[in-house]
């Protein structure tokens, strides 16, 4: 069987959408190996369908690393990243090379024209980054395998009935929705357990008497196991968000200072997208910063709203 190399460094979201791309390449009789950088690689772990490659940031371009990668002789590459890294890669490894339309010029500029601002997914534009291999019929919905050995081992320590995942953090302040504990006690009243995941850092935003906190006690492999377990994801554009997905969990993604043209929204199907829709949504590309007003108003969404969405969600599901 031939063999193709995914090079999708980081962040965890972005490897995490990668993952659209294992599937057509299986279909189209390659063996799928996927280059990342350590811990993102552990997602993974349960996946028959892939290989990993992890590196180490400061090893990628070691020659060594090189080496490496020759040895395992590809007969493919397909480049999800596209900067500095990859096109190094690119010049040392030499063979076929495919890469996606990364769009990166309309999604900076959509940040102060409006009118750009249409609709993207990243996804798709992965897909197509495999032209002629992928069919016209490739889910563009991220998918990672889990095992049921890990399924068991994580159930025994999450609540027996129906129970919502709510992710509070994300890297930045402006994507960081500030109003979880509400929604949270909400869901408590209305007879749905909560769990609370995300790392470390998390847990300060986590309210002590509400629902089971495990932020920064999971590894990667038993959170994706949590999330597809749960009913239901609710959180900002963020990382755990597209972890839920990749597992088949329906989501409610709350945006701050991002927006879905920047490509990281929820396909219908996968749930509901709460908005505001400022006419300074998004005001960075990366949601990086602080609020040019200083009150993050896109954020100010009422909880009560949040709440309903995700109590329709699961009453629908």
């Known amino acids: 069987m031939n063999k193709a190399l995914i090079i999708r460094l980081s962040s965890l979201g972005d490897v995490v959408l990668a993952s659209v791309v294992i599937d057509p390449l299986l279909e189209a009789g390659f063996k799928p190996y996927l280059l990342t950088f350590r811990p993102y690689d552990s997602i993974f772990e349960d996946d028959w369908r892939v290989t990993t490659v992890p590196a180490k940031r400061e090893s990628i371009i070691k020659k060594d690393f090189i080496e490496q990668l020759k040895n395992m002789n590809f007969d493919l590459f397909i480049d999800l990243h596209k900067n500095f890294r990859t096109v190094f890669l690119r010049t040392r490894l030499g063979g076929k090379w495919l890469s996606y339309r990364k769009d990166s010029l309309r999604r900076r500029l ?6 750009l601002r249409k609709s993207y997914y990243v996804t798709q534009s992965y897909l197509s980054a495999l032209k002629g291999l992928a069919s016209n019929k490739s889910s563009p919905l991220p998918r990672i395998e889990v095992s049921e050995e890990r399924l068991q081992k994580v159930s025994e320590f999450l609540p027996s009935t129906e129970f919502v995942a709510i992710a509070p953090g ?5 994507k960081r929705y500030p109003y979880y504990s509400a929604v949270a006690r909400l869901l408590k009243e209305a007879g749905v357990e909560v769990v609370w995941v995300g790392d470390e ?5 986590v309210p002590p008497e509400v629902g089971i906190n495990l932020c920064g006690e999971l ?3 038993d959170l994706l196991a949590v999330l597809k377990l749960a009913s239901a994801l609710v959180g900002n554009d963020s990382g755990p968000l597209h972890l839920a997905r990749s597992v088949g969990t329906r989501c409610v993604q709350v945006y701050g200072g991002t927006h879905p043209t920047l490509g990281f929204s929820l396909f219908p199907e996968e749930g509901e997208v709460i908005l505001r829709n400022l006419p300074c949504q998004p005001c960075d590309i990366h949601g990086k910063g602080n609020c040019r007003y200083g009150d993050y108003r896109c954020l ?6 949040v709440f309903e969405k995700t109590l329709s969600l699961i009453r629908n599901n």
């Open 170 to 174: 994300a890297r930045y302040i402006k």
């Open 300 to 305: 100010e969404i009422p909880p009560e709203a």
């Open 219 to 221: 590894s990667l492999t």
């Open 201 to 205: 850092k998390d847990r300060a935003l």
């Open 110 to 115: 959509s940040v102060r024209l409006p009118f």
